[in-house]
């Protein structure tokens, strides 16, 4: 204890010192608390498309909580929590701003925040009703363990099928839950097993795609809780970051409404965390996976 003491004190020693002190690494910090360090400013963070009225569309980065939450905590005094996405583009767009809907902290892509105007009204509502409408569409790429077949069935020759299996949420309340797959390329040659699969959820259950794609026996690389612990640090070895989940929402289309006249077509290409991973790891996957990707409209970056 005494030890942990006077490392406190050395940090404090330096925040107070050097001002652009980082505890992060890259987020200046003057202030320290009971457990983490406040920072000056937000990091930035990009926008996809927005109206400057209603709605911003931004790119999620990985391992970044969407809010603050009793469950993600505000980290320690040698690893604080990142500032959350919502707090960055509340900063970014001067201005307060509400989540429509939610990606987990290991995921990354679009994000859609609702603009709030002078008057206090905002279209957080009728944007969650547009994402509800069933010709709404939310691509998902993820990168999953496993071949592409399953107990001897191909599963690429299926194209789009829909899992609709009934799934527990946080509570163990039991919901209706559907997903649309695709599974586009994979590999199991003894030395590597995983693929490339799109999902498309029709339901917006807690953890749906990874318990969807858990129940299928293909769970999602750094998935640590519906997941395989030992794929996991077989695929951290291969240079898959500690708190990855390799889900990218990668598209997302939302209908003609009030909110989006002309709909909303906003595409996330995949982040340079996953192009790694398939570079260094699954060249051939993603050789075999282009064509549908190109098909589905997916972005695929720097791979």
Not at 21 to 29: E, I, K, N, R, Y
Not at 286 to 293: P, S
């Amino acid at each position: 204890n005494y030890v942990k003491f006077l490392r406190y004190l050395s940090l404090l020693a330096a925040v107070r010192v050097c001002p652009a002190f980082s505890l992060t690494g890259d987020v200046p910090a003057h202030v320290v608390t009971g457990i983490a360090a406040a920072p000056l400013s937000s990091p930035p963070v990009r926008i996809l498309s927005t109206d400057d009225a209603s709605y911003v569309v931004v790119d999620k980065p990985p391992s970044v909580a969407c809010h603050r939450s009793d469950y993600i905590g505000r980290g320690t005094l040698d690893r604080p929590e990142p500032v959350p996405v919502l707090q960055r583009v509340r900063d970014a767009v001067g201005r307060r701003v509400n989540l429509v809907h939610r990606l987990d902290r290991g995921a990354s892509g679009c994000l859609i925040f609702a603009l709030a105007n002078k008057e206090g009204d905002d279209a957080t509502a009728r944007l969650a009703v547009a994402l509800a409408d069933e010709r709404s569409v939310k691509t998902y790429v993820a990168l999953v363990r496993g071949g592409t077949a399953l107990r001897g069935e191909e599963l690429r020759d299926r194209g789009w099928f829909t899992i609709d299996r009934p799934i527990k949420n946080q509570h163990g309340e039991e919901r209706d839950a559907a997903t649309r797959f695709r599974f586009v390329a994979g590999i199991d040659d003894g030395k590597t097993r995983a693929s490339i699969v799109l999902c498309r959820p029709r339901t917006g259950r807690w953890h749906q795609i990874r318990k969807h794609l858990n129940g299928l026996s293909h769970p999602i690389l750094g998935d640590s809780t519906h997941g395989n612990s030992a794929t996991n640090r077989e695929w951290r070895a291969r240079g898959m970051p500690g708190q990855r989940l390799c889900l990218h929402l990668a598209r997302i289309q939302l209908p003609a409404t009030d909110v989006t006249p002309g709909g909303l077509d906003v595409r996330c290409e995949l982040p340079e965390d996953i192009c790694s991973i398939i570079r260094d790891n699954l060249p051939e996957v993603f050789e075999d996976a282009k064509g549908v990707l190109a098909e589905e409209g997916i972005l695929v970056g720097n791979v």
